[in-house]
C-alpha cells in the first residue's frame, strides 16, 4: 500500500496555530492517519465540489483534497463545525 504525502494549505497552519495545544494534538493525529488511509470510515465527499472531503474530529472539522495520482492529501482548513461550511 502506498503511503500519501500530507501537505497543508497555509490558512490551516495558521488555524492549527491558534488551537489549544491538546486540540491540535488529536487532530494531528488524525490527519497523519490519512496518510496510510485517504478515505477512512466516516469521511465525506462534500457535495458541490470536486475534490473536497471532510472527517470529523469532535467538533472540528478537517477539509482535505486527495490526489490519487500524486498519492497526495492536501489539508486545506481545520475548523470549529459551527464555522467551517461559511
Do not use: H
Not at 488555524?15 to 496518510?35: A, T
Amino acid at each position: 500500500m502506498t503511503e500519501y504525502a500530507i501537505i497543508f494549505a497555509r490558512s490551516a497552519r495558521k488555524e492549527l496555530g491558534s488551537m489549544d495545544e491538546k486540540i491540535v494534538n488529536r487532530i494531528f493525529d488524525k490527519i497523519l492517519d490519512l496518510s496510510l488511509q485517504p478515505r477512512p470510515a466516516g469521511c465525506r465527499k462534500l457535495t458541490g465540489n470536486k475534490n473536497l472531503w471532510r472527517i470529523r474530529i469532535g467538533d472540528y472539522r478537517v477539509l482535505y483534497s486527495i490526489d490519487d495520482k500524486e498519492f497526495i492529501v492536501d489539508v486545506v482548513a481545520v475548523r470549529d463545525r459551527k464555522d467551517v461550511y461559511r
